[in-house]
């Protein structure tokens, strides 16, 4: 029996040595190692291992940084404070995404994403560990009190709505002759943008495009 564990301890230790010498062999050859410069097996593992250690945590990081590692890519959805909670019917709304409000609103993707994210009321589902990319799902009530935030009505927030251009267009009339129009009409939304919000981006309902074209009807 002690000349089996002699013979089993003798077997591992062989075993270990090759495995060594091989991944000695293997380091040479991928350095181009000089093979008379004397380095010892047990001086080349660690330097692989370091290596390979170095090379995975980079792997990882780009990897975590792409979101890609993220618990199998579950939403990570925050606590929601107790004066930020939607009311009581509006899990039972329609709900659009940002993308929807692009097609009704006329404004740029990037414009509707500063415009929502801010409410309490929408829905913000964040994905990544470092919280890379945020979904926003708009409920009816938030979508209506943003839109009357800057200047629409409640009742016209889901009905399409035209730019200056497009009734321009349309109507086959001026630009600055359609902004005069609009100016002062109620139910306009008007959107400041730029760093300075010096520019001003206007979005007419239908309702109050309809409104403004019978008015021009009875025009003397």
Not at 52 to 73: C, D, K, Q, V
Not at 86 to 111: I, M, P, Q, Y
Not at 150 to 156: K, N, P
């Amino acid at each position: 029996m002690h000349e089996q564990g002699l013979n089993s301890t003798h077997s591992k230790s062989m075993g270990a040595h090759a495995v060594i010498r091989s991944l000695n062999r293997f380091w040479r050859r991928s350095c181009d190692l000089d093979q008379e410069s004397g380095c010892l097996p047990e001086h080349c593992v660690p330097f692989c291992l370091l290596a390979l250690t170095i090379w995975a945590g980079m792997l990882s990081g780009f990897l975590i940084g792409r979101g890609a590692l993220s618990a199998g890519l579950f939403p990570v959805i925050e606590s929601t404070p107790v004066e930020a909670q939607s009311a009581d019917c509006a899990h039972a709304e329609w709900h659009g995404e940002v993308h929807s409000l692009v097609k009704l609103w006329g404004f740029s993707r990037e414009t509707i994403q500063q415009m929502v994210k801010a409410d309490s009321g929408v829905i913000k589902i964040r994905f990544g560990l470092k919280k890379c990319r945020t979904t926003y799902r708009i409920p009816e009530s938030a979508a209506k009190r943003i839109h009357s935030k800057f200047g629409g009505l409640e009742s016209s927030c889901r009905e399409q709505h035209h730019k200056i251009g497009d009734l321009a267009r349309c109507w086959k009339l001026g630009r600055e002759t359609i902004r005069l129009m609009i100016k002062d009409e109620p139910g306009v939304m008007k959107v400041r943008l730029g760093r300075k919000q010096s520019h001003t981006a206007d979005s007419v309902p239908d309702a109050v495009a309809k409104r403004i074209h019978n008015r021009l009807l009875y025009l003397a």
